[in-house]
T-cell receptor, first 117, second 109 residues
């Protein structure tokens, strides 16, 4: 499986500010995804990060609040904008392999734990 | 009805026993099925994938799939305290992955 890193691993932010989370993969991957996991909850897909084009957002998530970039096949960023305490969560990047079978299997990065005061 | 349903637990088993985790899903067009393990404070880690009806074994883990009943399960044999974690069932259709809420498993020494 690919090696996935996320930065920062955790942060404490003030209300109204923005935070950009980076996701780096050690090999080219077709699909990159951003999830949110609120305390005690399961994973909720925010969006699919598309290389060279706008991300595809799930219902309830909008680009103005969660702008996403994916400039190449190994890197993506998620920004949480104008944060409120309700945005406190773990944000996870996941990737799916480019080839070799099991291209729908997702592997997760270590996550970014965000606390908004 | 939730798309992927799991009993939230906690499920408690003694060390050495078989732990049985269950999951049902609503989308009959689902193509692939996954079990992830998530330790507290960590990200999900893939345990197994299964694509066709029947059993798939990997070490102490066996995944079972029944598409007619829309049911997938995970058996953990010879459970160890290190297996204590939350187990997430995930169902995929055309790269659209949906997760259950997870079952918390505790293995007692």
């Amino acid at each position: 499986s690919a090696v996935i890193s996320q930065k920062p691993s955790r942060d404490i932010c003030q209300r109204g500010t923005s935070l950009t989370i980076q996701c780096q993969v050690d090999s080219q991957v077709t699909m990159m995804f951003w999830y949110r996991q609120q305390p005690g909850q399961s994973l909720t897909l925010i969006a699919t990060a598309n290389q060279g084009s706008e991300a595809t957002y799930e219902s309830g998530f909008v680009i103005d609040k969660f702008p996403i970039s994916r400039p190449n096949l190994t890197f993506s960023t998620l920004t949480v904008s104008n944060m409120s305490p309700e945005d406190s969560s773990i944000y996870l990047c996941s990737v799916a392999k480019t080839s070799g079978g099991d291209t729908d299997t997702q592997y997760f990065g270590p996550g970014t734990r965000l606390t908004v005061l | 009805q939730k798309e992927v349903e799991q009993n939230s637990g906690p499920l408690s088993v003694p060390e050495g026993a078989i732990a049985s985790l269950n999951c049902t899903y609503s989308d009959r067009g689902s193509q692939s099925f996954f079990w992830y393990r998530q330790y507290s404070g960590k990200s999900p880690e893939l345990i197994m994938s299964i694509y066709s009806n029947g059993d798939k074994e990997d070490g102490r883990f066996t995944a079972q799939l029944n598409k007619a009943s829309q049911y997938v399960s995970l058996l953990i044999r010879d459970s160890q305290p290190s297996d204590s974690a939350t187990y997430l069932c995930a169902v995929n259709r055309n790269n659209d992955m949906r997760f259950g809420a997870g079952t918390r498993l505790t293995v007692k020494p």
